[in-house]
């Protein structure tokens, strides 16, 4: 299998469902300016990593990915809350992102913080209408649900933002940014990956494997990031690059050098493959999105 | 049974249930910023009655309270944090609530609309974590936590400030008034009584019963907060009043007159109370304080 045909299948999939989701939600729903502020950034051309690497591992399991997709939704949809309230003026106040504009600067403020708001809910929404559906599977939703919940909130996600808030206009040492990034990108990157491990019965040796391995494509996703803002276009990423040295934001970059960031992300990424080893041949999808995740241009 | 000393006792289980459980996460958590500005938002003097109605209904299927709690504190975080999110300079703009001052003004905005965010994922965070640990109870969790999630989102409570919020500055219609407080208010109320009913095994006769009880209190509850804005003190409120008037808002008080929106509330009141019958003398309490919604000085 060729891994951009794979690639291109699962994005297409999970784009599909969300598509379908939200347009439903318009539908049903008469006062339509809060679904429609939330459709909108649903849509706003996000890479969907998080929902195809839930797709990828319950595929590596032979599950029918129709019953991980309630996952690859909520976490897509807890993303997206996230960057929405990140663009605030109260936050980073972005005008732009992935070169549309940010939910703000279309709805208006206060639209975007209940937009967000909204789609937090619905996340959970989602995970609790399909948990109570489940049937004998509910027991391996909930447990999966649970590293969900756990990842996008106080001591996940939303920690790291705090983290990366209080920061700000600083050098921060190495040990506080690696745990900013574990929590603020790896968190739900890494739940990602656990919650359709849990799911689909993995062993706690496979799930332990899984574990170093999201952790590594995490701490790699963070290192192209900081890479990119110093060698991207603005065309390719679709915001302004070189933010992150006007702001005098602690990176990888500024702290070890564009050279060894590479080398670190290089290592990091073997790293990660030889984390798969465990699952052999049919881990083949999550290797290659590895380096995917190492070289993105965006 | 004296209604003052039960109302004393259920507010006491709710505030001390939840005064450990966010003393246990500043305790746990390193960086405490996020947890501190959660932890005094939810402790700012709230009157709990979404919790203690929790509390009431399982007491009144005589179920132990503690099964029920995590609905009661899960409920009181996703009001404090619409609260908080309500309070944003982009939203109503408030200084203060309840006498003291709004998270924004203690910690700033984008810590506010993190701590916001925060407490509606621990709400589901919890829900998710009990569920999980519900054994065999946990069907009937999961089931009444999609009350909760569904009252909570797109649908309910964000869809009722929505309304609120397209509608300022100018006079609605009675229909558009009712559905807003049905959404904005009505619904969480609604969930913080079916929640624990569903949870109890309770009949769906029963469970339709209290639905209608849930929609009275929730429309006297407004009723009686549009009278107090006209009529109550500002040292009673902890807030400034006649600010609806000042604002423009529509009110039960603008569209009807201050009689009639009294004598509106004595009506509402009675139904809620004609609603319990199928409970009898079991309901005491449920009846007790629908009077002491449509009474209250604050």
Redesign the interface.
């Given at each position: 299998m060729n891994f951009k045909e794979e690639l291109t299948g699962l994005t297409a999939l999970v784009d599909n469902y969300l598509k379908d989701y939200f347009e439903r939600?318009v539908s049903e729903?008469p006062?339509t300016?809060?679904?429609e502020s939330?459709q909108y950034s649903m849509m706003a051309g996000g890479k969907r990593i998080r929902p195809v690497l839930t797709l990828a591992v319950a595929k590596m399991m032979s599950a029918d990915l129709s019953e991980v997709m309630p996952f690859a939704a909520a976490i897509e949809m807890i993303h997206t809350?996230s960057l929405i309230?990140d663009d605030?003026?109260?936050?980073d106040n972005d005008d732009y992102r992935r070169g549309k504009l940010t939910n703000h600067k279309v709805y208006?403020?206060?639209?975007a913080?209940?937009a967000?708001?909204?789609l937090?809910?619905?996340a959970?929404?989602l995970?609790?209408?399909t948990?109570?559906e489940a049937g004998e599977k509910?027991?391996m939703f909930?447990?999966s649900?649970?590293v969900i919940?756990?990842a996008?909130?106080?001591?996940g996600m939303?920690?790291g933002?705090?983290?990366d808030?209080?920061s700000e206009g600083r050098q921060i040492p190495e040990e506080t940014l690696k745990t900013m990034h574990r929590k603020k990108t790896g968190a739900l990157i890494m739940a990602s990956i656990i919650a359709p491990a849990i799911f689909t019965g993995m062993s706690d040796d496979e799930i332990k494997a899984l574990s170093e391995y999201a952790d590594c494509i995490g701490v790699a996703f963070q290192i192209r990031d900081d890479i990119l803002d110093v060698e991207g276009t603005s065309e390719e990423l679709g915001k302004s690059t070189g933010s992150d040295a006007k702001n005098k934001k602690t990176t990888y970059v500024s702290l070890y050098g564009l050279d060894e960031a590479k080398r670190m992300l290089r290592d990091v990424m073997q790293k990660a493959v030889g984390t798969l080893s465990v699952f052999g041949e049919k881990a083949w999808f999550l290797r290659e999105i590895a380096g995917y995740i190492a070289e993105r241009r965006d």
């Open positions: 939600l729903v006062e300016t809060l679904i939330m809350y309230h605030l003026p109260a936050m208006g403020e206060a639209m913080i209940l967000g708001d909204a937090l809910n619905e959970f929404n995970l609790f209408k948990a109570s509910m027991e909930v447990k649900s649970c919940a756990g996008a909130g106080k001591d939303i920690a933002q705090v983290i808030m209080e």
